[in-house]
């Protein structure tokens, strides 16, 4: 699991890596204001506000259990004492998944 946490052969949690690979371009960075329009912002509620190359700003709902991590990262979370909570039916299902996904690529479970 160590190797799989570093990210040597993570399974793929969020999108998969496109055949001509990631962008390696990075946008300016600096200070960036934005308008972001009319928005309800609800009590107890989470949101993720994102910002698009052009400078477009995106707010949206997120879910009170979603995580932003790096693939390998949210993998470590997962075995850390007190890292991310994922309950034994999750990991069940993650693990078939997993292992799903892995019978596609046409290589070993």
Do not use: C
């Not at 496109?18 to 300016?28: A, I, K, L, Q, S």
């Not at 259990?65 to 993998?75: E, F, G, K, M, W």
């Not at 979370?77 to 690529?105: C, H, W």
């Amino acid at each position: 699991m160590e190797n799989i946490a570093q990210g040597a052969s993570a399974p793929s949690l969020i999108r998969q890596l496109p055949e001509t690979g990631w962008r390696d371009v990075r946008p300016p960075s600096g200070s960036l204001t934005v308008q972001l329009g009319e928005i309800e912002i609800k009590p107890d509620h989470r949101y993720l506000l994102t910002v698009n190359d052009d400078g477009t700003p995106n707010v949206r709902e997120i879910p009170w259990d979603a995580a932003i991590a790096s693939q390998a990262r949210y993998l470590e979370m997962m075995v850390e004492p007190n890292g991310s909570y994922v309950s034994t039916d999750r990991l069940r299902a993650f693990v078939a998944a997993a292992i799903a996904k892995i019978k596609q690529r046409g290589e070993a479970a």
